[in-house]
């Protein structure tokens, strides 16, 4: 899967449910993206850099359950997971009964020692 496919499917899947996080799975496979294999590129776009990124997020539940709308984010970050060097932490944050406070770091972990190997 492409990444600019795999950006579709994962924009079709979230964004009614977690804009944000839709938006920003956007910019990390496509805007900043794997990785170039050319040195001497700005910082965080050599194949080898690190790159990282948060967002927050505040989802009204609508008598909707706070556990199905984690696990359907879940779901679609393994696919992220699985199909690209991108991984996900969310955390939970403690917010006003009715919504869902969601905070997001997205990370592209150096390849190997960090030393192209």
């Not at 996080?21 to 965080?44: F, H, M, Q, T, Y």
């Not at 679609?76 to 770091?105: C, M, N």
């Amino acid at each position: 899967m492409t990444p600019n496919e795999l950006a579709t499917w994962m924009f079709r899947e979230l964004s009614p449910l977690a804009p944000r996080l839709a938006a920003a799975i956007n910019r990390a496979l496509l805007d900043v993206g794997e990785g170039s294999v050319l040195v001497g590129l700005g910082p965080g776009t050599h194949v080898d850099d690190p790159v990282s990124f948060t967002e927050s997020e505040t989802i009204r539940l609508d008598g909707r359950d706070p556990a199905e709308i984690l696990a359907r984010i879940t779901q679609v970050v393994w696919q992220l997971e699985a199909h690209s060097r991108w991984q996900v932490f969310i955390d939970r944050k403690a917010g006003p009964p009715g919504v869902l406070e969601l905070y997001y770091t997205l990370f592209r972990p150096v390849l190997g020692d960090g030393l192209g190997r």
